[in-house]
């Protein structure tokens, strides 16, 4: 993160919970609970208030929700609908999907989204912001493997890897 | 008069209205305001109510929904016509939902560590922001990221968003697709206009320009536009009020030119005795132009209404016309009851000048006057053009007959009396309140326009309308410090749920007091870069991030506190200058109520404040002035009618004669009024109106049956010429009683009942005619 001297890390669980609902369960360094259900995003921190806000003013959530529940549902369509889709693969067991939001308002905030996976796991998320910044996101036993100080090569190192 | 000096006159006659028609024409300055015809204040809570009716943010609201397509079209239709209208000077205030950080503007920024209280109890030292940033960098690794990461350089402790939060309507509607949307799938909009809200024509101009814009939207068709508010009802209520007083007039107009032909056969005679009504019109309004600077659009209305009385003046004299005299003595004959008629009604009308009612006034102002100049014009000028030779109604068979009959009814002494105790048992029995204190009831609108009103307003979270905290004080920052003192004790009643919410003018504006306290409480730049260095230990932000935050924090320090002034530029500006406004020599705060419970412990929380605040109730307070007008209006009547013994009791030289005449008026008017009780009307201001012109011309009937000649063919001429008057009458009135408009029904219904019950009361308690 460019406002940042090192990337941040957090470890939790996410989780699909049916239809436009996702769950994002944080346990270290601090624990919070950030849902995405009916067009809000809440946000619960032990010791404050909730907060909450509307799905439309953060895109990069969106893309989130749209990428994941597309995939975890296999609906390929709406994975169509939302995205331009490249699909690489080295052989059936390897493979990343990468996608670029069709929404011209949506790509200036998020401009792809890498996949990498093996099988039917993905293993791994990565988000490129327009800015620059970057999210990876390590899912399943990957997740156990990240770095206590990641840097964006070992993570991509890591990803096509795992 | 010679046939050649007959020509001159008519001549003259006509070229004098042409010259006052363009007079008349140049100078008219037709105001719609229809507060004018509301009671004058007398008050300082009627006084608030009735610029909070006229000139309020409330009523120059506009509620726009638009239907019928995909959120996300609706969506851009909001946004564009949100766009193009705040482009329009028309419009001062356009929402649609996309409120947010925007509404503060650059300039006004750094004015963000004096609005907020987050430092009241917490200095902006090192444990803060250590603690603020601990949660930012947990904010960026949330989902919330992408939404605070603009801000964090210029705002660690996100007081923009505190702000904004402050400043979110307690009860907001939906946003979706970045707008605000109503549970039935409709973006909505607010719209504030700068024409007063009851000024029918200027919120017609803004309307128009409401809907133009929408048509000019690139993708508006299969969408519809729905308007409400104030300002639209207003204009609906003119526009029906309008069409049907038009139809209705045209109606009328036509029934009684055939009426009059009929009743004379002379397409002459007719076109003669429109003069002195086109005369009586254009004096009343050349005296209203002379007297006031603008003329209200009602009082014409009403006005050529009321004037229908005056027809009667050329109808006598018509009638009374005698085969092979000339019309000057029938005119002489008739002339001293004419002028008992025509003082009689003045006085009647009389009583809406002191009303006090400016509306009323210029009513009074303009009947009086045309009543006087269509008698004296028929008397002095028609009386000169009327043709020679006439055709003599007296002998016209049917009339014959209809007078025998009439003179054969049986008149006995108990009929007044019969009258009398019927009327009072049914004022004593009929059910229902009494007077309607309600001005809304009146109003034209359709029930389904009201019901879509209320949705709307439900769905924006708009107000309550009828409650408002009224905070006076010497100046703006003595309000804005009473509003800061009345926070807690408001914030203990929303706890206690006496009501959902308050909205104190404190919560956009902090009195200066709190802000240069706040200045004070800032660090200099050399503290504040300090405490965010020993903040910052350890944390993984950029070193020089936050340059932005502390300069800010400076800029702070050093602002002019932030006045009413200052910030009614700003979008949220209008807001504010609604809830706090100079008044005289003192200022006013407002604030406003939603969902209230508890009313006592809200009036209990205005008498703790020394007089300085209270709770306004405008429905009451609206009700209250209603009852005030009433009152004034009763006592004018009240001093018209002991007016109006004297003048018949002088005019006759006869109290017995005076009683003739006055007794079947008086009687027939409350038999008006105790029928329209039995069929459950409830008393108004309009039907008071309306009970004054039926005793305007039960009087002129009384007069003229009282009249004994001695003649038989005389009193013919009087029961034709009263048959002419009640049958036009009956005809213009009971067309206005079949309107849907309440106004209208109930000024056509009085008037007609009215104009059948005096007619039959003075022909029974009329004396007995000598037999030929």
Known sequence: MKMLDQPLVVSGELSWLGGDRLERRVEHPNREVSTIADGEVSQEREGREPRRFSLKRAPQLQILLDSFVAMLGGDATRLEQAFTIQYSGDDARRWTLALTPRDPKLVRTVSRIEIDGAGNEPHCMRMQEADGDLAVDLLGPLAAKMPATPTRDALAALCRGG | ?772
């Not at chain 2, 959120?71 to 016509?81: K, P, T």
């Not at chain 2, 356009?94 to 560590?113: A, K, T, W």
């Not at chain 2, 340059?547 to 209008?574: C, H, N, W, Y």
């Open chain 2, 1 to 772: 008069m010679r046939p050649g000096g007959r020509w001159i006159l008519l001549a003259v006659w006509v070229v004098a209205l042409a010259a006052i028609g363009a007079f008349v024409a140049q100078r008219l300055r037709v105001s719609t305001d229809l507060r004018s015809f509301m009671p004058a204040p007398t008050t300082p809570d009627q006084r608030l109510l009735m610029e909070q009716v006229g000139e309020g943010p409330g009523s120059r609201l506009l509620l726009l929904a638009i239907a019928g397509k995909s959120d996300e079209q609706l969506a851009a239709l909001s946004q564009q016509l949100a766009t193009s209208l705040r482009k329009d000077e028309r419009y001062s205030q356009v929402l649609n939902g996309s409120f947010d950080i925007g509404s503060l503007d650059e300039q006004l920024l750094p004015y963000r560590y004096l609005l907020s209280p987050t430092f009241d109890a917490q200095p902006m030292d090192a444990p803060f922001l250590r603690d603020q940033l601990e949660q930012r960098l947990e904010d960026l690794s949330s989902p919330a990221a992408g939404l605070l990461k603009g801000l964090l350089p210029r705002d660690p402790t996100l007081e923009v968003l505190k702000l904004a939060e402050r400043w979110t309507p307690p009860k907001s509607p939906d946003v979706r697709e970045g707008v605000w949307f109503s549970p039935q799938n409709e973006a909505l909009l607010l719209v504030q206009t700068r024409a007063a809200g009851f000024d029918p024509d200027a919120q017609g101009v803004a309307i128009d320009g409401i809907r133009k814009a929408f048509a000019a939207l690139p993708e508006h068709e299969g969408a519809t536009l729905k308007l409400s508010g104030p300002g639209y009802f207003s204009v609906v209520a003119n526009a029906q009020t309008r069409g049907q007083a038009e139809w209705i007039g045209r109606i009328s107009t036509v029934g009684f030119i055939v009426l009059l032909l009929l009743a004379y056969r002379s397409i002459g005679s007719l076109l003669l005795s429109a003069l002195p009504i086109a005369s009586a019109a254009l004096a009343g309004i050349a005296a209203l132009i002379v007297l006031f600077p603008q003329v209200h659009g009602i009082t014409l209305a009403f006005g050529f209404t009321l004037l229908g009385v005056a027809q009667e003046y050329p109808i006598r004299v018509l009638s009374h016309r005698r085969a092979g005299e000339n019309a000057l003595q029938s005119v002489r004959d008739l002339w001293p009851l004419l002028l008992t008629a025509i003082a009689s009604a003045c006085i009647a009308y009389l009583a809406f000048y002191a009303s006090g009612v400016n509306g009323l006034k210029q009513l009074a102002v303009f009947t009086i006057t045309g009543l006087l100049v269509a008698g004296f014009s028929t008397r002095y000028l028609l009386a000169h053009l009327l043709p020679g030779r006439v055709h003599d109604v007296a002998g016209m068979g049917w009339l014959v007959r209809a007078r025998r009959g009439v003179d054969a009814l049986p008149r006995p002494r108990w009929i007044p009396v019969l009258v009398a105790v019927v009327t009072v048992l049914m004022l004593v029995f009929a059910r229902g309140a009494f007077w309607q204190n309600d001005l809304s009831a009146l109003t034209p609108l359709p029930q389904d326009l009201l019901r879509e009103d209320a949705r709307l307003r439900e769905a924006l979270g708009a107000p309550d309308v009828r409650y408002l905290l009224v905070m006076e004080a010497h100046d703006e920052q003595g309000v804005l410090a009473l509003s800061e003192r009345l926070q807690p004790t408001v914030d203990a009643l929303v706890a206690r749920h006496a009501v959902d919410a308050v909205e104190l003018p404190s919560r956009y504006v902090p009195s200066e007091a709190v802000q240069r306290m706040r200045q004070q409480r800032l660090p200099d730049r050399a503290a504040l870069e300090r405490a965010l260095s020993e903040a910052g230990q350890g944390m993984p932000f950029q070193a020089g991030l936050f340059a932005p935050f502390i300069d800010d924090v400076q800029k702070a320090r050093a602002l002019p506190p932030l006045t009413e002034e200052r910030f009614a530029m700003s979008p949220l500006g209008q807001r504010v200058s609604a809830m706090l406004m100079p008044r005289g020599d003192h200022w006013v705060g407002l604030g406003t109520l939603s969902g209230v419970h508890d009313v006592a412990a809200l009036q209990a929380l205005a008498q703790g404040g020394n007089g300085a605040v209270r709770l306004l109730d405008l429905k009451e307070t609206a009700e209250s002035m209603v009852v005030d007008y009433r009152t004034r209006i009763l006592h004018a009547l009240l001093a018209a009618t002991l007016l109006l013994v004297v003048a018949i009791t002088v005019a006759l030289r006869s109290v017995r004669r005076a009683w003739h005449v006055l007794a079947p008026m008086t009687l027939a008017t409350f038999l008006v009024l105790a029928a329209e009780r039995v069929a459950g009307v409830e008393v108004s201001l309009f039907h008071l109106v309306a009970l004054i012109l039926a005793a305007g011309l039960g009087l002129h009937y009384a007069l003229f049956f009282e009249r004994d000649t001695g003649d038989a063919a005389e009193q013919r001429r009087t029961l034709h010429a009263t048959l002419v008057c009640v049958l036009s009458a009956l005809l213009v009135f009971g067309m206005l009683a079949w309107s849907s408009i309440p106004v209208l029904r109930a000024i056509g219904l009085t008037v007609s009942l009215g104009v059948a019950f005096h007619f039959c009361l003075s022909i029974l308690m009329a004396p007995h005619a000598r037999q030929d």
